[in-house]
């Protein structure tokens, strides 16, 4: 079992930035991959960024160059920059972790992107 909560969301105005953490309960050594999905209302959950354990990284187009995902093995925790926001970044933003092959994923953490 993996329990991940998130955290750092909240109201921001359009071009703005936010932080998301998301905390693990085991050591990021022992999952194989981390990520970033979002929902938006009345939309498919989709892909944001994704970190494996080995490093790699693939980011969606609709984020590239505007956010950054990192991990600190010390905390057992991954975080996502985001920056200039757009109201269609507007969400929740669900942390998703791979482990012996099985997803677990977080409660969410809701983002607004309005002025």
């Known amino acids: 079992q993996v329990q991940l909560v998130e955290s750092g969301g909240g109201l921001v105005q359009p071009g703005g930035s936010l932080r998301l953490s998301c905390a693990a309960s085991v050591s990021l050594f022992s999952i194989s991959a981390m990520g970033w999905y979002r929902q938006a209302p009345g939309k498919q959950r989709e892909l944001v960024v994704v970190i494996t354990g080995g490093g790699l990284i693939e980011y969606a187009d609709s984020m590239k160059g505007r956010c950054t995902i990192s991990r600190d093995n010390t905390k057992n925790t991954v975080s996502l920059q985001m920056n200039n926001l757009k109201p269609e970044d507007t969400a929740v933003y669900y942390c998703?972790?791979?482990?012996?092959?099985?997803?677990?994923w977080g409660q969410g953490t809701q983002v607004i992107v309005s002025s």
């Open positions: 998703k972790s791979r482990r012996g092959g099985v997803d677990y």
